[in-house]
């Protein structure tokens, strides 16, 4: 299930946000890969900061809704394999889109992203979290363990 927002006047014109407020409904990044690609897209690959804007203004707009939407990430089609040769000063620069884009635009939260074993990437949602050194927990994105449920 979800929620699809069409657009006449972008390449990428359908974008369909799925939020989960039942945790046990949330899933991994595998799973949410899959069920993007069994709907005929794929993760979200977000290619300019205007279509960053255009996604937090979506997910205002949810929120905004009287869903009761609350903390949980969002996840986007940013991933890296698991290149255990991946250096921390290499490592954002192993990061790829799941779609195949070559999209090099970035959103990153500060000090993100902390690799190591977190290779699959979210978009930040947490509106009553207290605001760390980057602002605001709110649509930066983070790399995240991709066994995590979001």
């Known amino acids: 299930s979800g929620q699809k927002v ?4 972008l390449k990428n014109s359908c974008y369909k946000l799925a939020y ?3 945790l046990s409904r949330r899933v991994g990044f595998q799973e949410a890969r899959q069920a993007c690609e069994i709907d005929g897209g794929a993760l979200l690959s ?4 205007a279509e960053q804007q255009l996604i937090e203004n979506m997910l205002q707009n949810l929120t905004k809704s009287g869903s009761g939407i609350s ?3 969002f996840w986007i089609g ?4 698991d290149d255990g040769l991946a250096t921390s000063r290499a490592c954002p620069d192993l990061y790829q889109w799941a ?3 070559i999209s090099l ?8 992203p902390s690799c190591g074993s977190e290779a699959c990437v979210v978009m930040y949602h947490q509106p009553t979290a207290n605001p760390g050194l980057g602002g605001p927990y709110l649509y930066q994105w983070n790399d995240d363990r991709c066994n995590m449920k979001h």
Do not use: A, V
Not at 46 to 49: G, I, M, R, T
Not at 105 to 112: S, V
């Open 6 to 9: 069409c657009y006449g006047d």
């Open 105 to 112: 635009f970035r959103n990153w939260y500060t000090d993100e």
């Open 99 to 101: 779609d195949g884009s």
């Open 78 to 81: 940013l991933w890296r394999s």
């Open 46 to 49: 977000l290619e300019s900061e």
């Open 71 to 73: 903390d949980g990430d």
């Open 20 to 22: 989960f407020q039942d």
